[in-house]
């Protein structure tokens, strides 16, 4: 389990914990999972934030594109604007180690995409439709987005809630989000696209990239299922 929060209220919980639980403090966490988490304190609200980011795997990232690649511009978004890959674009295929460089690098994004950089759902999202059958261009847009990431280290997920409980029971906390879909956007099954994300009192708990499970036929029905 982890816990963030002021000290005093972390301790609480603690403490509550190894009374009632056979269990083992860790201490101050600034690791977990390959992630290296900053504790700092915002300067407007005065409260404690956290900030995710994975130095180690965007090193690793670097070594597989190597210098020819991590030379080039870095993009200032994750995909291509528009971009859509498709199965069946008719391209050449990749040869087996250029495949298993490619799923490598995708699985490596997925991954980073859950825990430090949300912004690259869509993006990632895209290139895991396609690690079945590879082909040339779906390359080109898995090292466009490994550059992105490489070029921007320092990004990552922030937690920096605007307030905290009070303890009062009739405390209202702020629930936001925002959902849209882009309708029939994959050519192989004509199926949309929905993205979402929630905000708790303005710190990100929820956000994602799916293709919806069913067909919808108009751009209001795919909104619906967004």
């Known amino acids: ?3 963030f929060g002021e000290e005093q209220d972390v301790a609480v919980i603690e403490t509550d914990l190894l009374k009632s639980f056979v ?3 860790e201490g101050e966490m600034k690791e977990y999972v390959g992630n290296k ?4 304190r915002d300067l407007v609200t005065g409260l404690r934030k956290a900030k995710f980011t994975q130095p180690v795997l965007i090193q690793k990232l670097r070594d597989m ?7 080039k511009r870095v993009p200032r978004t994750p995909a291509k604007p528009g971009e859509v ?5 008719g391209l050449k295929p990749l040869e087996p180690d250029e495949a298993t460089d490619f799923r490598s690098m995708v699985a490596l994004t997925m991954y980073m995409m859950q825990w430090s950089r ?6 990632s999202r895209g290139c895991a439709r ?6 040339v261009g779906h390359e080109e847009s898995v090292k466009y987005l490994a550059r992105y990431m490489v070029g921007t280290p320092n990004r990552g997920l922030v937690l920096a809630p605007q307030r905290v409980w009070n303890g009062d029971m009739n405390f209202e906390f702020v629930l936001s989000g925002r959902s849209d879909s882009d309708y ?5 099954d004509r199926r949309s696209v929905t993205g979402s994300r929630v905000f708790l009192e303005n710190a990100p708990v929820a956000f994602r990239s799916n293709t919806q499970k069913f067909v919808t036929l108009s751009v209001t029905e795919a909104e619906s299922g967004a």
């Open 1 to 3: 389990m982890i816990i």
């Open 23 to 25: 269990a083992k403090s």
């Open 37 to 40: 988490i900053e504790l700092t």
């Open 65 to 71: 594109l190597g210098e020819a690649e991590t030379s």
């Open 85 to 89: 890959l498709h199965k069946g674009e």
């Open 118 to 123: 949300p912004e690259i759902s869509n993006a």
């Open 130 to 135: 396609v690690m079945s059958n590879p082909q």
């Open 184 to 188: 029939a956007a994959c050519k192989d």
